[in-house]
């Protein structure tokens, strides 16, 4: 089995609904997106994916998510975007397009993040 990664980065605005602690106030972060995918074979070139088309398809939700108030975009329509929310949403946007995602994790900080994967 072959996995892969590519990254893409973000910055962006958000508080946390429902939330007692400071993050319930506005802030932002600079949001690092992986995403894994995993495949069993290799194509003629010896290789399971193309990097330029994963970093393509997760370039288009990027942009969406950048530079942006996370808690005003109609997808996230009055939700609480965290960094669960959020690796959540970007997998379930990558997987129609590339059904070998496996797992999206989303850096808040280089020393914390989440990430969501299906079982």
Not at 52 to 65: A, S
Not at 85 to 96: E, G, S, T
Request: hydrophobic fraction near 40%.
């Amino acid at each position: 089995m072959f996995e892969v990664m590519v990254e893409k980065h973000f910055a962006a605005a958000h508080h946390l609904l429902n939330y007692r602690g400071k993050c319930e106030n506005p802030h932002g972060h600079n949001y690092v997106v992986q995403v894994w995918a995993k495949k069993a074979t290799l194509d003629k070139a010896n290789v399971a994916f193309d990097f330029t088309q994963l970093k393509q398809e997760l370039k288009i939700i990027v942009d969406y998510l950048d530079h942006s108030d996370l808690n005003l975009l109609p997808d996230f329509n009055g939700e609480s975007p965290s960094a669960e929310f959020i690796a959540r949403y970007i997998y379930q946007r990558l997987k129609p397009t590339i059904p070998e995602v496996t797992k999206t994790c989303v850096f808040e900080t280089p020393t914390q993040c989440a990430c969501y994967f299906e079982d």
